[in-house]
């Protein structure tokens, strides 16, 4: 507590002579704080103006669009890459989406992720390359038929410091891998398990897939009220990256608590719990309540009116929150309805109860506009909105490529046609450091033998000898097959657009 | 691990309930400019936002400091702590006064709509403008009608998680001496782009538009949301062949080999789909759940928040506990069921609400080691509470 208490006092007193001493000069109140209300009101009364501009120039400048795969810049990068997980070791027995997120997570932070397969002769895995949660980890294939197999596996898993899977409860064990057995050998071993319902429990094997998750969860009928036919996330994947997201931080938390106290840790995630934990005020909600809280869709009583409206061009939108009073009062200068004016619209509680009017109004008056030009006026007049992004311009939004939100993966061979395509990467920015280059999907046992080199020590004989047994084996070659696109939902200029090489 | 938590929205708030769910020390600094003077986007007074923060406000002590009048024991505050997460927006921490070298000793982990840095980091922002522009929006809801935003603060909350993660990750750098970061920048819309992404990398690689789905199903495809005899139900059966499903659903009969051709299905589809719906009505949705996992499909019960919290799976995982909250309270026990994080592997406790009880003086004790007499002199001169 002494030594705590020392470098408290030595940095307090660095702090307050930065902030008053030396004739510096008193920071400046800097830019508007998004999501906090009391700014609106401070900013408007100030009469501050957003750095619009800015922002065009930005989009103009030419900025760089992709972190860089290769060449100098890139192995510039790489040195100042930010890796708390180095030296941590991960064997994932994993597939589809949502354990294979986060498990990329680690390796972004510099773990050495080894993704184990099963044999296949060849592999045939459009959605695994055009995912990418399985970028940036070498893959062994084992065949766990065999006892060799299973041998080979448990002495990689007894060599890393966490093993997980996403396979059904019933599977590993059988092979002798499961939390128990692995623990009995190594007490320190972080073992995380994720499934769609977690286990034990009736549902715990199961089969799932994200989308049913976030049924079972609590998500549709909390979109849709309970009046309304549920509706159902369009994203395909948002619950299997949510639980990517809560795997990589319970493994966080277990690595942290292994470094305290040497303990390892039995981790079981359930899909499910994930999407309820998330609409976990809407549970407290029920809890405290007795019923279901009512649904108000794109609505919000913080913010009246709030609603998506339609722009310019086909499927095109704006978000737009009006988050108080003054901002109310400076929408209705902008659009010059003589209906908003009414007296009765100064308070939120009257906006409320005219909500369907105020959203019909706002309709017509937005759907003349391009989403973009019009949410930076409504910007520069202090009232959050924002465009509603598409896959189409999600690339050419400056603010995420300001931030460098897409890093450029290289193919060796090229895939459909195009020797790299850009992948979103993890969305933290860690001050003077860079994000590590994502590397392409690893197909089946594409890196067994540099694998078991590392982690293993096992020389060239031995390896082949395991691959001659048939336990190690590996795929010839990555086969890509694009399914088909129909027509009316493919724009021919998306490689173009996105400046693929 | 000790975690000062500086928060004014659901993002903040979301990181610092994790962590001390997870078992850490987490003190959460209210005060002027720090989320208690109506400048907390979770302010309103509907029996949501009340849920909200009963839900969001729990399991760590809070601190009443003017920073204003005393930034210095902010920076002690967080120079005793092991990471320091804000939630203020861009510029936000500055504005308190805290000088862009007070924290350089402990990490630091900021949480915004857009980042720190960047043409639209002043850009004012509520959930649906984040989702708005993360793209997850435009995914959900019906064809032709306007995107459907998801419920609550889901952008925030996302955030939430990732800046858990990344004061673990931060914590465990410095401890482990693998690496040591200064400031982690966390934007949220850069966060829910993740969740979205298979959309966006379609369209990289095959150059396919997403259209939300038409609200009503044509027979080519069934509809995947029906009801059953007890509630909701959601048909999942990828790469099922849809008389292999209609024979499962006891409709076999009407699919004959001309059914194979969409073009038939949708002309006979009108006819057929009465005898859809009244087979699915004909067992409850758990029958219906534990029928279909048996030949491999993934169907789920459709829930509400009630059903999530009493259902079979949650009672035998046990993610459901009781939180005591005072005169909100609702059960017969005086408290309410709250669901646990969604992990097992430690213990799994559910912090209480945070109590009325003067904490002030224990934490001020326990994390700088001030004396009860330098204590009662801050209290008297109101800079904590």
């Not at chain 2, 861009?90 to 006064?97: A, I, K, N, V, Y």
């Not at chain 2, 002309?267 to 057929?272: A, G, K, L, S």
Request: glycine letters at 10%.
């Amino acid at each position: 507590m002494a030594a705590r208490h020392s470098r408290t006092a030595a940095v307090a007193a660095t702090a307050i002579a930065d902030r008053r001493g030396r004739g510096r000069q008193p920071i400046a109140p800097a830019a508007p704080v998004a999501f906090a209300a009391h700014e609106t009101r401070r900013r408007a009364t100030r009469g501050a103006q957003p750095r619009q501009t800015r922002h065009r120039a930005a989009t103009r400048a030419g900025m760089p669009r992709y972190i860089p795969a290769t060449g100098k810049e890139a192995s510039q990068m790489a040195g100042r890459a930010y890796r708390p997980l180095a030296g941590v070791r991960v064997l994932s027995f994993e597939i589809a989406f949502a354990l294979p997120a986060g498990t990329r997570t680690l390796a972004e932070l510099g773990a050495d992720v080894v993704r184990v397969a099963p044999p296949a002769r060849a592999v045939g895995n459009y959605i695994g390359v055009v995912d990418g949660v399985f970028q940036r980890k070498p893959c062994v294939s084992i065949d766990l038929q065999q006892e060799q197999g299973r041998a080979l596996a448990l002495d990689l898993a007894l060599a890393a410091d966490v093993v997980c899977d996403n396979f059904r409860a019933s599977v590993l064990p059988k092979f002798g891998l499961d939390a128990a057995t692995l623990r009995a050998r190594k007490p320190g071993l972080i073992v995380l398990k994720l499934s769609g319902y977690g286990s034990p429990g009736p549902w715990s094997d199961f089969p799932a897939f994200g989308p049913s998750t976030e049924a079972a969860g609590g998500m549709n009928r909390t979109i849709a009220g309970e009046e309304a036919t549920p509706l159902r996330v369009g994203s395909g994947v948002f619950s299997d990256q949510l639980a990517g997201r809560f795997a990589a931080l319970s493994l966080l938390a277990a690595l942290h608590q292994r470094h305290t106290t040497g303990q390892g840790a039995t981790i079981d995630l359930s899909m499910t719990e994930c999407i309820a934990h998330l609409i976990g005020p809407h549970l407290a909600y029920a809890a405290r309540h007795g019923r279901p809280a009512p649904a108000h869709g794109n609505r919000d009583r913080r913010y009246v009116p709030q609603g998506v409206y339609r722009c310019r061009g086909d499927d095109q939108w704006i978000a737009v929150s009006v988050q108080d009073d003054a901002a109310w009062a400076r929408l209705v200068d902008l659009v010059g309805e003589p209906g908003l004016r009414d007296p009765a619209l100064a308070t939120a509680a009257g906006r409320w109860d005219t909500h369907d009017r105020l959203d019909a109004l706002l309709d017509a008056w937005t759907r003349g506009f391009d989403k973009d030009a019009l949410a930076a006026r409504l910007q520069a007049a202090r009232i959050a909105a924002g465009p509603v992004r598409d896959v189409r311009d999600m690339h050419d939004d400056a603010q995420l490529r300001a931030r460098r939100a897409f890093s450029l993966v290289r193919h060796q061979p090229p895939v459909l046609g195009q020797r790299a395509h850009p992948h979103v990467n993890n969305p933290w920015v860690v001050a003077g450091r860079e994000r590590l280059a994502l590397t392409d999907y690893r197909w089946n046992g594409r890196d067994n033998a540099r694998v078991l080199k590392s982690w293993l020590n096992l020389g060239d004989d031995a390896i082949r000898a395991l691959a001659a047994s048939g336990a190690l084996r590996s795929a010839g070659r990555l086969v890509v097959d694009e399914p088909p696109v129909p027509r009316a939902l493919h724009d021919p200029e998306h490689a173009r657009r996105l400046q693929l090489p | 691990m000790r975690v000062v938590e500086l928060s004014a929205t659901s993002a903040g708030a979301y990181a610092g309930l994790l962590l001390a769910e997870l078992g850490h020390d987490v003190v959460r600094v209210r005060g002027p400019g720090i989320g208690a003077d109506g400048g907390s986007d979770r302010a309103g007074d509907d029996a949501l936002a009340a849920s909200r923060a009963a839900f969001l406000d729990r399991g760590r002590r809070e601190l009443g400091l003017d920073v204003a009048a005393r930034p210095e024991l902010l920076v002690q505050l967080a120079a005793a702590a092991d990471v320091v997460i804000e939630d203020l927006g861009s510029g936000g921490l500055e504005r308190l006064g805290i000088g862009p070298r007070a924290l350089r000793a402990t990490p630091l982990v900021r949480l915004s709509p857009f980042g720190q840095q960047g043409p639209a980091a002043d850009w004012l922002a509520t959930d649906l403008v984040v989702q708005a522009m993360g793209g997850v929006l435009h995914s959900t809801g019906y064809d032709g009608e306007p995107p459907q935003k998801l419920p609550g603060d889901t952008a925030a909350m996302l955030t939430g998680i990732q800046g858990a993660t990344a004061a673990l990750a931060a914590v465990l750098g410095v401890e482990a001496g693998s690496d040591a970061a200064r400031t982690i920048d966390v934007a949220a819309q850069h966060s829910l782009l993740q969740h979205w992404s298979r959309h966006v990398q379609q369209y990289a690689y095959s150059g396919l538009l997403m259209r939300r789905e038409a609200r009503v199903a044509n027979g080519v495809t069934f509809p995947h949301t029906v009801l059953a005899a007890d509630g909701w139900l959601y048909l999942l059966a990828l790469r099922a062949p849809l008389d292999a499903m209609a024979r499962f659903l006891g409709i076999g009969h009407l699919f004959d080999d001309a059914m194979a051709d969409p073009a038939e299905r949708m002309r006979r589809w009108p006819q057929v789909e009465p005898h859809f719906r009244e087979a699915l009505r004909a067992r409850g949705r758990y029958e219906w759940f534990a029928a279909a996992a048996e030949v491999g499909w993934t169907f789920a019960p459709i829930e509400d928040a009630q059903q999530v919290l009493h259902g079979p799976q949650s009672v035998a995982r046990g993610f459901v506990g009781q939180v005591r909250d005072g005169g909100a309270a609702q059960g017969a026990g005086g408290g309410w069921p709250c669901p646990r994080l969604p992990f097992t592997g430690g213990p799994r406790p559910v912090q209480a609400n945070a109590a009325d009880e003067p904490v002030a003086a224990a934490i001020l004790r326990e994390w700088l080691s001030l004396t009860d007499e330098a204590i009662a002199t801050l209290c008297a001169a109101g800079a904590v509470t």
